[in-house]
């Protein structure tokens, strides 16, 4: 690990927060087990604890310790729309941190096909948090100039540049395969 990449690990071990680059904007991301970053984020974004956060990472094993244990035709349809943009919601784990999940029993993952992104979750050996960088119904952040400019110094900015999707990730519901955002 660069020295580089050692300074992010441990600025996010802390509680710090970073925006990066994801699929359709950037992302504002922490350390999902760091309930103080997990706190200041949903602060920063002005959003509701209630509605939970998403999780990314470049292959799932990174996301194994929040969800609970999948059965093996149910983690063959993650994988098979993996590496990509679609985000499914799964049984959260027993340890899973409740201001993940929003107080619900589930937790939304994805294993990005964003190269900038899964680099940051390899480089740094984590899963991230990923929800859009912008104030709470607001647009979301496309440049890093832009989030620089709405959080400032309160958000590490990676820099780099957004994939080519113009809507999030579908996002869909594992136990009854409801499409919940296209």
């Given at each position: 690990?660069?020295?580089?990449?050692?300074?992010?690990?441990?600025?996010?071990?802390?509680?710090?927060?970073?925006?990066?680059?994801?699929e359709?904007?950037?992302?504002?991301?922490c350390?999902?087990?760091?309930?103080?970053?997990?706190?200041?984020?949903?602060r920063?974004?002005?959003?509701?604890?209630?509605?939970?956060?998403?999780?990314?990472?470049?292959r799932?094993?990174?996301?194994?310790?929040?969800?609970?244990?999948?059965?093996?035709?149910?983690?063959?349809?993650?994988?098979?729309s993996?590496?990509?943009?679609?985000?499914?919601?799964?049984?959260?784990?027993?340890?899973?941190?409740?201001?993940?999940t929003?107080?619900?029993?589930?937790?939304?993952?994805?294993?990005?096909?964003?190269?900038?992104?899964?680099?940051?979750?390899r480089?740094?050996?984590?899963?991230?948090?990923?929800?859009?960088?912008?104030?709470?119904?607001?647009?979301?952040?496309?440049?890093?100039?832009?989030?620089?400019?709405?959080?400032?110094?309160?958000?590490?900015?990676?820099?780099?540049?957004?994939?080519?999707?113009?809507?999030?990730?579908?996002?869909?519901?594992?136990?009854?395969?409801?499409?919940?955002?296209?």
């Amino acid at each position: 690990m660069s020295g580089e990449a050692r300074s992010l690990r441990a600025y996010l071990r802390r509680g710090g927060l970073i925006a990066y680059p994801t699929e359709s904007c950037f992302g504002l991301g922490c350390d999902p087990r760091n309930p103080r970053a997990l706190k200041r984020l949903i602060r920063l974004k002005g959003r509701s604890a209630a509605k939970g956060m998403l999780l990314i990472a470049d292959r799932f094993r990174r996301l194994q310790p929040f969800v609970r244990p999948l059965a093996p035709a149910d983690r063959a349809r993650l994988q098979k729309s993996w590496p990509g943009p679609v985000t499914w919601v799964v049984p959260a784990s027993a340890t899973c941190p409740p201001l993940l999940t929003g107080g619900r029993p589930t937790i939304a993952v994805r294993v990005t096909a964003h190269p900038g992104a899964a680099r940051l979750c390899r480089t740094l050996g984590m899963a991230l948090v990923s929800t859009s960088a912008n104030k709470s119904g607001q647009k979301p952040a496309k440049t890093a100039a832009e989030c620089r400019r709405i959080f400032g110094a309160r958000v590490r900015v990676v820099a780099g540049r957004i994939g080519q999707r113009r809507r999030p990730s579908t996002l869909i519901d594992l136990a009854t395969g409801t499409v919940l955002r296209p």
